[in-house]
């Protein structure tokens, strides 16, 4: 019994998959095995065939492919930890209803001082247009210049606001080069396994197998026929057989029933012998 079941590859390794096999069909000159490329059929043709069989290929790696799995979400795991936000009631409010409601505040106190501003100004003015001058236009223009007033402090402080946000936001970011950089030693030994199993195990096997097949369509999603030429993962069950008749071990040993005697009993003076 084959066990030959292999995960499903992840988008974000799906494109690791098309590297190598391009690497392969790309120095596909340097193996004798490929030389029967461009013959009938081309490396643009052989590439559709084997992404149309990735599952198939990926199977021959699976084992690698899993090990590599883990060691990068093992590797992964602390840094999500790290970066997550505290999980504390206070720091919760402070990072989320009351950062959203210093934003309202920030922005929604220079419009609206400004519009109060226009409107104390403008009636203000207007009023002291009129003859006589009523008695409460002053009153109005100077509510106008305060609330301008008003308006230039909430534009400086949410500017002073934008500023600090963007320094603590700058502080707690991880680098680009970070997120860019080269991968853990073990993590990046795990993937380089898995590239070189999916390449000798699936890959290479795949074409030679294509190559091999003349009834090989390229359009077709259906493997090739001698594409069972790619090894198989997983494990066999021993295979038990009978011995041969010729064998002296498949003869079956005879037993006998040992022969019972009752003992011959009579009176005192006939003692048994």
Known sequence: MHMNSAPHLLAEDRAEFERVLDDALRHAHERPELAAIGQRLNATQ??????????????????EYE???????????????????????DAAWSDGNGAGFAAVIAVLAPVLAATAAVIFLLAGYLLKMLDPTPSFATPLVSAGWFFAALTAAAILVAAVGLLLTALR????????????????DEVARAKDAWRHALLERGILPFLQASLADPSADPTSTAPPRHVSRIPKVGYSGPEYSSPSEGSTSGQRPTFTSPDFTSPDFGGPEHQPE
Do not use: C, D, F, W
């Open 46 to 63: 052989l590439r559709t065939m084997a992404l149309n069989a990735t599952a198939l290929i990926s199977t021959a790696a699976s084992a």
């Open 67 to 89: 090990h590599y799995r883990k060691i990068r979400e093992e590797a992964r795991a602390p840094a999500v930890t790290a970066g997550g936000q505290g999980s504390a009631p």
């Open 169 to 184: 936001n700058g502080a707690t970011q991880v680098p680009a080069e970070e997120l860019t950089g080269e991968l853990p």
